[in-house]
């Protein structure tokens, strides 16, 4: 199927058509690259220390051969990282990858059962756990295939006496650390000194080698792995490379990474295109700690910050966020659910910088489309296919539909993973012989090729046989000045098969459903307004903030008809 390409005629200045695929063989050529550029500039930033591309260099070589030679492993294995952002995370992802292996992120917050699930699936030979989770990991890894531990304190990568002192205060007297066993577990800190007397052998690496199985689907059925090869996650970053690097100075950007490193998102956005700039990642542990987020961030002249919806919607409604110094920012992009208009528009208020809006799956390492970083304000659109990248909105036939009709998003290129791990009848489900890969989300694309994102195809609404898209309903709602998040699902109705239903977090405590109600009515056609609303003091979120409408749908107890 040959597709049009009307967005290469509104690229911004100064984006290629086409990437450079072959300019690096993998990411670990990436990283030595950078650090070889960048040898003495700040690198990873956490909890008041920084690691400099000499630091990563050395400790993630340590880490590396402790790998290979001190636990035996060979090409190929599996190695879980299961930590939020903390600087042991890149130390431990490029010294896996730097040792020929496969990371497999994993989400520290995740059940004995999820993490069980993933070890096996990906058949983990060991896993690296920050200490406040490791109980969670004593309890299934007697089920598993993982033969070896490595774990970790909070404060281990600060230096003494700070180390010592915050493993101890985490521990005693914040009482994060639940009582774990794991026989024969090895030190960080102690794999790290027991490398550096092993000799590190670099492994040669070229595109088809797998750098991540990158679990995804969690919150629509069982996690699957996205294999994502080393030429994936080369090819993503070039294309986002080479649409931030018209701004972007070399040697000098500050990105704040709130997002967790083990989600795909900042992986690729933060931890690889800001590496090739030579660029200070400022590691977030703990983002939901809003106050203390916004504290940190005051004192740093950040450049650049990646987020979802509800990151940058917590932010503005923090005490203090507009009082900072935003001079030295210049890009603000959203992505792993829609950025609402209100948010993006209060954003550009108090910022001055435009929330810019990309798209992306774990399927494409993520980023297919995206805005340019020029935009004077919020569009609606999820911008254009990045270079080297055609999309094509099909219908359910696979034929390509017109420019305007309504179908599903699918995305072509290099960044388009292998398939999913052990499972070739879901990926032949959504990943075909000619390349496409199926999104399952609703899309229509306009005539100058910006892509607008109608919805999930599983959370569309059908009233009455017309398709209500949870996310328009959705805009209209967060404008309402009364409200501070919501989510809407589709629940049965025995008149018209299924009706709106709305959950609202206030931010005004005396809003009513009949003020919803009235606004709704205003901004909505009949079939798309809400008749049922539920307040909430909080919505189900996962690990990067993202709503999830399922766990909305499985619990639709406690409405108020409005």
């Known amino acids: 199927m040959s597709t049009q390409r009307p967005w290469l005629a509104n690229y911004p200045a100064g984006v290629p058509a086409e990437i450079d695929l072959h300019e690096y063989a993998s990411v670990v050529a990436v ?18 220390k920084t690691l400099s591309y000499d630091d990563v260099d050395r400790l993630s070589r340590q880490f590396a051969a402790f790998l290979t030679g001190d636990l035996g492993l060979k090409r190929g294995d599996r190695v879980a990282l299961m930590m939020p952002n903390v600087l042991q995370y890149p130390i431990a992802i490029f010294g896996v990858l730097r040792a020929g292996l496969t990371v497999v992120n994993t989400n520290p917050m995740y059940t004995p059962r999820e993490l069980k699930h993933q070890l096996n699936d990906s058949g983990a030979a060991a896993l690296v756990v920050l200490d406040n989770f490791a109980a969670t990991a004593s309890e299934v890894l007697g089920e598993t295939s993982c033969r070896h531990v490595i774990t970790t304190g909070l404060g281990d990568m600060l230096g ?8 101890l205060v985490v521990k005693h007297v914040k009482k994060l650390v639940p009582a774990f ?20 052998v670099r492994a040669e690496l070229g595109h088809g080698d797998i750098a991540f199985l990158q679990y995804t689907g969690g919150t629509t059925g069982v996690a699957k792995g996205a294999m994502l090869t080393h030429g994936n996650l080369v090819a993503n970053m070039q294309q986002a490379s080479s649409w931030i690097g018209v701004n972007a100075k070399m040697g000098e950007e500050i990105i704040i990474t709130a997002l967790p490193l083990y989600h795909i998102f900042a992986l690729t956005a933060n931890g690889l295109v800001f590496m090739k700039f030579g660029g200070l990642n400022y590691l977030i542990t703990n983002p939901r700690d809003m106050p203390a987020f916004v504290k940190e961030i005051n004192q740093v002249p950040f450049t650049a910050i990646t987020g979802v919806n509800t990151l940058f919607n917590g932010l503005l409604n923090t005490p203090g966020f507009d009082q900072i110094n935003f001079s030295t920012l210049h890009l603000a992009l959203g992505g792993g659910m829609a950025v609402q208009r209100p948010v993006a528009e209060r954003w550009k208020k108090v910022t001055g910088v435009t929330l810019v809006e990309a798209y992306g799956l774990t399927e494409t390492s993520p980023a297919a489309c995206m805005n340019p970083l020029d935009l004077p304000e919020y569009n609606g659109s999820i911008g254009m296919p990045i270079s080297s990248t055609e999309v094509s909105i099909q219908d359910d036939n696979r034929n390509q539909l017109p420019v305007g009709d309504i179908g599903e998003l699918c995305v072509r290129g290099p ?16 990943l075909g012989d000619d390349g496409w890969l199926h999104t399952g989300d609703v899309a229509r694309m306009d005539e100058k090729g910006y892509v607008y994102i109608v919805d999930r195809k599983k959370d569309m609404i059908l009233v009455s046989g017309f398709n209500v898209y949870p996310n328009e309903v959705e805009d209209v709602v967060a404008a309402h000045p ?22 609202v977090v206030r931010k005004d405590p005396n809003l009513t459903a009949e003020d919803l109600r009235a606004h709704c009515k205003a901004n909505l056609t009949g079939y ?17 903030g993202k709503i999830i409408r399922r766990e909305l749908r499985d619990a639709p107890k406690g409405a108020v008809k409005a």
Do not use: H
């Open 482 to 503: 009364g409200v501070l998040e919501v989510a809407a699902i589709g629940v049965p109705d025995e008149k018209s098969g299924e009706a709106v239903k709305i959950f």
């Open 415 to 430: 960044q388009v993973m292998k398939g999913y791990w052990n499972r070739p009848e879901e990926t032949a489900q959504v």
């Open 528 to 544: 798309k307004q809400p008749r049922f609303v539920e307040f909430r003091d909080s919505l189900p979120k996962s690990n990067v």
């Open 181 to 200: 066993n794991i026989p024969g577990a090895i030190r960080f800190n102690d794999a790290l000194a027991r490398g550096a007397r092993q000799n590190f």
């Open 31 to 48: 990283l030595e690259s950078a650090c070889d550029r960048f040898r003495q500039r700040p690198a990873f930033c956490n909890m008041g």
């Open 160 to 167: 003494f006496p700070k180390s010592l002192i915050t493993n």
